[in-house]
């Protein structure tokens, strides 16, 4: 149909002679569509558009020039006519043909026969069951994952240094035995006014483990300078003898020799029966 | 189309012998993955051919119409290109019309739901609005209704398997959903076969429903003259 570019040039204000000229050719299509046997839905929508164009020349015109040309009302009317005969003629061909189909039949003979109603389709492949029931055959769905459950820490208590690192040093239960020994040394020293033999001091003859200790103890000392231990010129036995805060400070480690003390089960009992120890020189509060 | 495609040399030039083995493991890869009627995405199969046998990607084409002469061969299946949004998908079907034993494994209930609603569509002869599909249903005895699960076979699971499509139509207040025939289910289920089934139930001729029986008859025709 060529009406749309009719309808454009038109806009620019033609006389009712052309009106009259569209009017008649939209009649001769509306002709042509009753002998068409196109689809019932196209012919509709032809109809459509010409009902349309008919409408937009009407309103082009306004009432006066309908008043003075009698000839664009008659046409106008003939389009009409022959638009709502069509319009008729389809919906009759509608509903003769798809009112046969009855829903709630339908319906009712389902909800009566289910069984009938069920099966498989000519063209499905019959679905594949595996015997075990591995292997789904689609990739597995995404589970979502459980939100991670918010752990409540608790609060790191505020970092606090030390107080007193020498005091916290004195706390130590080995160097608290080791002060214990050396004030034991001390006071021997300053009771009898002589060295101490080394051996008498740090063999326990009840307790090999104790007699370690006390080398232990006692080797700190000789580290820190509080005692020294020296060999004597008439036994050449150790003896201890301790060394007092002036000598300390004069202390020259190039004059010092250092040695290292083993002892094991055998040497201590030797060591025992040589010097005839029956009891620990040492006692110290544990 | 399809015919110049062969003749390209790239697609000559492979020797069957060096792409048997992705043809067996893609028929195997197809057969396995069909049971949930998903469409299979093309990429799937490059991406499992890749990583099974190594597959250059060149080789996928032809790798894919040796398996489908194995799968039509040995299982009488046939593979089916579907259009879909995210790239090339296939749907498997037979090659033929064949009576299969009911399924096993299927659900009645939901074979059931889908068979009346692609037989509704179907005797619309129209796409058919989501409430009134539901209507139907309801009144057929195989919706509840508050049967949310079941609704959402229809608009997912059956929608997914491409049996319906599930599609807006209209904007603002006169948007509406309906439903369709999805590929699947036309490459599946011939129409007369359904019009027969009616007739059938109601003692009737197929062409009792004329339009029906029409569009009917008309796909058969054009089945048979491209097969």
């Given amino acids: 149909m060529s009406s749309i570019n009719n309808t454009q040039l038109s806009r620019s204000s033609l006389g009712s002679h052309d009106r009259k000229l569209r009017y008649r050719a939209l009649l001769e299509d509306l002709s042509v569509l009753e002998d068409d046997t196109a689809n019932n839905m196209e012919l509709i929508d032809k109809t459509a558009i010409a009902v349309k164009e008919a409408k937009s020349l009407l309103a082009e015109g306004g009432v006066e020039e309908r008043v003075r040309h009698p000839g664009e009302g008659y046409l106008d009317s003939r389009v009409l006519r022959a638009a709502s005969d069509l319009a008729v003629r389809y919906s009759e061909a509608v509903s003769g043909n798809v009112h046969t189909y009855d829903k709630q039949m339908l319906a009712q003979h389902i909800r009566e026969n289910p069984q009938f109603w069920e099966f498989p389709f000519p063209q499905e492949v019959p679905p594949i069951a595996f015997l075990f029931g591995t292997f789904a055959p689609t990739p597995a769905e995404r589970r979502p994952r459980p939100a991670r459950v918010h752990v409540e820490r608790q609060q790191a208590a505020e970092q606090r240094a030390p107080e007193n690192v020498e005091r916290l040093e004195k706390v130590e239960e080995g160097s608290a035995m080791v002060s214990r020994v050396l004030k034991f040394i001390s006071r021997w020293y300053k009771q009898h006014q002589k060295p101490l033999s080394y051996f008498h001091t740090v063999l326990d003859p009840s307790s090999f483990g104790r007699t370690v200790e006390n080398i232990y103890h006692v080797s700190f000392l000789v580290r820190d300078g509080s005692i020294a231990v020296e060999l004597d010129h008439v036994h050449g036995l150790p003896f201890i003898t301790p060394v007092s805060k002036s000598q300390q400070e004069a202390r020259d480690i190039a004059d010092e020799k250092q040695f290292i003390v083993s002892i094991d089960m055998k040497r201590w009992q030797d060591l025992i029966t040589a010097f005839s120890i029956d009891k620990p020189m040492m006692v110290l509060r544990r | ?227």
């Fill in chain 2, 1 to 227: 189309m399809s015919q110049k495609r062969v003749k390209k040399p790239s697609n000559t030039a492979i020797d069957y012998s060096e792409i048997e083995d992705s043809v067996k493991e893609c028929v195997r890869f197809i057969v396995c993955r069909e049971g949930s009627k998903i469409p299979i995405k093309r990429s799937e199969i490059i991406k499992h051919l890749s990583t099974v046998c190594e597959t250059p990607s060149n080789h996928t084409n032809a790798v894919i119409i040796e398996a489908n002469k194995v799968l039509k061969r040995v299982y009488g299946f046939k593979l089916v290109q579907v259009k879909a949004k995210s790239g090339i998908q296939y749907i498997v079907v037979l090659n033929e019309e064949c009576e299969s034993l009911p399924s096993t494994v299927s659900d009645s209930q939901e074979r059931r739901l889908l068979v009346a609603t692609l037989l509704h569509i179907f005797m619309t002869a129209a796409p058919v609005k989501e409430e009134d599909m539901y209507k139907f249903l309801i009144e057929a005895g195989l919706l509840e209704d508050n049967d949310l699960a079941s609704r959402k076979l229809l608009t997912t699971t059956f929608t997914r398997q491409m049996y319906l499509q599930y599609s807006k139509v209209g904007e603002g207040d006169l948007a509406r959903y309906v439903f369709q025939w999805g590929e699947r289910a036309s490459e599946e289920v011939p129409k007369l076969f359904l019009l027969n089934k009616m007739a059938e139930a109601f003692e009737k001729t197929p062409d009792h429903w004329y339009e029906q029986y029409k569009e009917a008859t008309e796909e058969t025709r054009q089945n048979t003259n491209t097969s």
